[in-house]
């Protein structure tokens, strides 16, 4: 370029220069009451920059006006040449000078927007794209064109007209893709068209700008599906951006890791074990990348090494949170697949399933999985071989759950170094609580009743003892969850003994005193919950809330049958305990006879204490005359 | 009068009208024409157009509330059921120069303690030592108090003790016992209610050398003034000990905190300084669901102030929210998006979900 030369464009190009450095750099030092002074500045030289191209123009091509603009005899030509209906070749004279002018008008708009005039920045943009509309996309413009679409994305998002901002940012797209497919060599960077002769950008600086504007382009589109609810697509989008961030090497690791993290829990939640899987291993290598953990030790001596400390393990702990996560909802799948209509483990369903899985091929998982892949050519191998490590396919018998259990289980004791219970309560006891889960759900699996037992017990000690010393005036919905769980575990505890009991002919002392200690427990815990929704005067509410409707109820109905189940020899006390049993299921009676809309979230329970509330009088006067009699 | 324990633990919501401005310096000087009009003890209606809106509220003061009436309503009851062991919180919110200081504190900081325009703070004090002493005298001894105040500020996600100034950044920690507690922070003792106040004064210009020297904007910090009140009981042989914390809140201006979370469709951009797209993950977050029943776990943390005062957003606490509002037509955005936040704070309750998972299969 003849232009390149003079000292009338070496001028222009160190304006440009300075105008970025205090649009990018110096702005950030603008004192709070004039928060734009350097952004202002800069676009004085950029309005500056825009009248040296019109004069340079003027000189250079003064003369042929026609061949200046883009509505020359040259357009003829190129329409008829292409077909596109583009009125010159993005890299002809013409189509340079135009982009060099959109250039300008970009960073005019640019500045326009983050100085709050959105109409003016808009202009400026519109003007850009103006420009170059008319010329073919090359390697000197491309990258122009999906900047600006970028920012009109962004501007018509921010007023509300997402679809407006979706059309640009879906056209961007289509145009990275084209370029990359007929084309694809790296392309100039805008801030070449400004640069003197021989500073242009290395190849891979090149590269690395395109990609990354293309990266923000996807990171855009993932925002506008969000916002359309189109929930499967923006996961998608997520996920390439993550993908290049890794590919293109632009990532923070722990950044990264948590990204990628979360976005597995979005694949849990859709049921996609293997695309969840490849996220936790890839967030799992990545956050590895960010460095040692520093020593306690080094940790005390200097502020940044404790905060560093902190972070990296707090983040490791999160990470492992979510590996839980998922190990606990594969195997809580598997169950519901499973089990029969009494929550059983249905064998006839074991075996057909197990038939049905050695049928399969395996193709398409294969199919699926080139879809999904995470990595670059450093991390790949260590993100697969974590991934060996746990199962993505539902386990269909115990040895399959178990495996996946034992796995999760190591994920809780790194959970639980982080998230001691001596400052992160909360945490520590929710990653108890799914410890307790893992537990339950492996029980479904095991078959022998004893086994299956001491695996409720392993709950049971687990969760009893903070029960006991949490304050409930902090943690009150926490109490109450402990508490409920506890009840349940004790109920459930007490069934496999009455099941186990049930094969011997005699049941001894020993487990007849066993079976009342796991119904009393039990009830005692039903009753810390139904105490703790008394008002401070001890007054249980007339009315419930809804979130406690059902909880409460149920707890009653337990506390019922609880009450009926308790083995006694005496007379006396078996009355006592069916009385008490009464009371409780006249309770549920009563309470939906004044509140019926409470019917429907009990429709089992209710039905069953009706009946109760029938029947239990006469049990209760049969005993009653046999004490009289005696 | 609340014998019903759920509606009882509720928030409530105040909303306080503040009268016009006349030369005070305040953009909404001389702005004459109103934008509302109260029309019930419960009701304000917004003159918007095509048509007025109504917001109903537990209580709506008009321009000539007074302080006292402001007080009773408010937190006479909180500082009772402080007294009985339980914990309460008081908020003011609204925009900047809308009253919360005014109600909260007063007309000017130092010398209203016995002013009868001393605000919310102050005349909570009094009747807190005012019950502690009357509950002393009535028990013959067998009871005491001790209460401790401590003062801290949030601004920037990061925790300064108002009391401490030299202090650096404080963290939030959690214990079975206490609940969530800032690490660290000073605690004074107050044996009356100017002591209190003398604590609180002197937090309060803390804030403010603060907001000068280290470039922190108090309208954009959360101030959390906290007294921790312990009981003593001794009867015979047995000796009852309850806590109760009472947390006083002035919240930033909700006009900052509107720029904090951009609500709706706007796109977060990709920040030039390290190329990071932060915000990636809190797409994703949105993505998650809840409704299948499935768990998962999302790796990023409640802000501070929730976090810290996470018992009072619909846990096991008395709160009252007081909303402060600008009548003038000027406002009307800012006292549209306070009167929908007013509202969405009413429907914040205990969210005791319990894992209650059997359903169905009774045996």
């Known amino acids: 370029m003849a232009a390149n030369q003079s000292t009338e464009w070496r001028a222009v190009c160190e304006k440009f220069r300075l105008a970025l450095e205090l649009s990018e750099n110096e702005s950030k030092k603008d004192p709070e009451n004039n928060p734009f002074r350097s952004k202002y ?433 902090y943690y009150l919905l926490i109490c109450r969850q402990l508490q409920f769980e506890l009840a349940e575990t004790y109920y459930e505890m007490m069934d496999l003994k009455l099941a186990v009991a049930d094969k011997l002919d005699q049941p001894d002392v020993h487990t007849i005193k066993k079976f009342n200690h796991l119904c009393s427990s039990s009830m005692k815990y039903y009753q810390m919950f139904l105490d703790s929704i008394r008002s401070p005067e001890g007054k249980f509410p007339e009315k419930l809330e809804d979130e406690l409707l059902r909880p409460a109820l149920v707890a009653k109905f337990r506390v019922a049958r609880l009450h009926s189940k308790l083995i006694s020899n005496q007379l006396s006390a078996q009355l006592e305990n069916l009385d008490h049993a009464l009371e409780s299921y006249n309770f549920i009676v009563q309470y939906c006879e004044e509140h019926p809309d409470a019917k429907s979230a009990v429709e089992t329970e209710l039905e069953l204490s009706m009946e109760m509330v029938s029947l239990l009088p006469l049990k209760i006067n049969r005993i009653k005359s046999r004490l009289n009699s005696n | 009068e609340s014998s019903c324990n759920s509606d009882g633990d509720a928030i409530k919501v105040f909303v306080r009208v503040r009268p016009l401005t006349q030369n005070t310096g305040l953009t909404t000087d001389c702005d004459n024409s109103l934008c509302l009009t109260v029309t019930s003890p419960q009701t304000i209606r917004l003159h918007c157009k095509p048509e007025p809106r109504t917001f109903i509220y537990d209580h709506v003061a008009d321009m000539d509330t007074n302080q006292e009436e402001v007080f009773s ?86 925790i300064y003790d108002l009391l401490d100034s030299v202090s650096s950044s404080l963290f939030l920690r959690e214990d079975i016992k206490r609940g969530v507690f800032v690490e660290g922070a000073v605690e004074k003792y107050a044996a009356s209610a100017a002591e209190a106040y003398q604590v609180l004064s002197m937090g309060w210009r803390n804030r403010r050398v603060a907001s000068t020297s280290m470039n922190r904007e108090s309208s954009r910090s959360h101030a959390v003034f906290t007294m921790t009140l312990e009981s003593k009981e001794t009867g015979q042989d047995v000796v009852n000990i309850r806590t109760s914390q009472l947390n006083l809140v002035d919240l930033a201006g909700s006009e900052r905190q509107k720029d904090t979370h951009a609500e709706g469709s706007r796109l977060k951009e990709a920040s030039s300084i390290n190329r990071s797209l932060m915000c990636l993950g809190h797409v994703i977050m949105t993505l998650v669901d809840v409704s299948n029943g499935k768990h998962r776990h999302i790796c990023y943390r409640d802000s501070k102030l929730t976090f810290f005062l996470r018992d009072s957003l619909g846990g096991n606490a008395k709160t009252y929210i007081i909303a402060n509002v600008h009548p003038g037509s000027k406002c009307f955005g800012e006292t549209l998006s306070t009167l929908q936040f007013a509202q969405r704070a009413k429907l914040i309750k205990n969210k005791a979900m319990v894992n209650e998972d059997t359903q169905g299969n009774v045996r």
């Not at chain 1, 073919?136 to 921010?158: D, P, Y």
């Not at chain 1, 260590?382 to 396919?393: A, F, G, N, P, T």
């Not at chain 2, 408010?74 to 914990?87: D, L, R, T």
């Open chain 2, 73 to 158: 309503s408010v937190a006479k009851n909180i500082v009772e059921s402080c007294m009985n062991g339980y914990n309460g919180t008081i908020f003011a919110y609204g925009q900047t120069g809308s009253g919360k200081t005014f109600t909260m504190l007063g007309p000017s900081e130092l010398d209203t303690f016995s002013d009868e325009l001393r605000g919310v703070i102050p005349r909570s004090f009094e009747y807190l030592f005012f019950l502690i002493n009357r509950e002393v005298e009535q028990s013959g001894g067998t009871k005491s108090f001790l209460c401790k105040c401590s003062f801290i500020e949030i601004y920037n996600e990061q």
């Open chain 1, 41 to 473: 500045k800069a676009r004085d030289l950029l309005n500056e920059i825009l009248c040296s191209l019109k004069k340079i123009e003027l000189e250079e091509y003064g003369e042929c006006e026609n061949e200046a603009g883009c509505h020359s005899e040259q357009t003829v030509e190129a329409e008829t040449e292409n077909g596109l209906g583009k009125a010159c070749a993005g890299d002809s004279p013409a189509g340079l000078r135009a982009a060099r002018l959109a250039v300008v008008q970009y960073y005019l708009g640019v500045n326009h927007i983050e100085t709050e005039e959105l109409s003016a920045g808009e202009q400026h943009l519109m003007n850009c794209m103006k420009l170059i509309d008319d010329c073919t996309t090359t390697r000197e413009n491309v990258s122009l064109f999906i900047n600006v679409r970028n920012q009109l994305g962004i501007l018509w998002a921010g007023r509300d007209e997402i679809e407006k901002a979706q059309g640009y940012l879906e056209i961007a797209e289509s145009m990275y893709l084209l370029y990359m497919r007929e084309d694809g060599q790296p392309p100039l960077d805008l801030q070449e068209f400004f640069v003197a002769e021989g500073e242009e950008f290395s190849t891979q600086e090149k590269i690395r700008r395109f990609e990354m504007s293309y990266t923000h382009t996807l990171y855009y589109l993932a925002q506008v599906y969000k916002n359309l609810e189109e929930f499967e697509r923006a996961g998608q989008y997520c996920h390439s951006t993550l993908q290049r961030q890794l590919e293109y090497k632009h990532f923070v690791p722990l950044e990264w890791a948590i990204n990628a993290a979360t976005l597995s829990q979005y694949y849990v939640t859709k049921t996609r074990y293997m695309e969840a899987r490849h996220c936790l291993s890839a967030a799992s290598v990545i956050a590895t990348l960010a460095g040692e953990i520093p020593s306690e030790a080094a940790a005390k001596e200097s502020e940044p090494e404790c905060e560093k400390r902190e972070e990296l393990l707090q983040k490791r702990a999160d990470i492992a949170r979510c590996w839980i996560k998922y190990c606990l909802n594969l195997l809580q799948d598997a169950k519901k697949l499973l089990e029969d209509n009494i929550g059983e483990l249905d064998l006839d369903r074991q075996d057909e399933l197990k038939r049905e899985r050695r049928n399969e091929e395996d193709e398409k998982e294969k199919g699926r999985k080139s879809a999904i892949i995470f990595g670059s050519s450093d991390t790949y191998d260590s993100i697969c071989s974590l991934e060996e490590k746990v199962s993505s396919i539902l386990p269909l018998d115990f040895e399959e759950a178990r495996s996946i259990f034992l796995v999760g289980q190591d994920y809780v004791a790194q959970a639980k170094e982080y998230f001691a219970m001596d400052g992160h309560v909360t945490d520590h006891i929710e990653i108890l609580q799914d410890h307790s889960a893992l537990f339950k759900v492996l029980a479904f699996f095991e078959q022998d009743l004893e086994r299956r037992c001491k695996m409720h017990k392993r709950r049971v000690d687990m969760l009893e003892p903070i029960c006991k010393d949490l304050n409930a005036q």
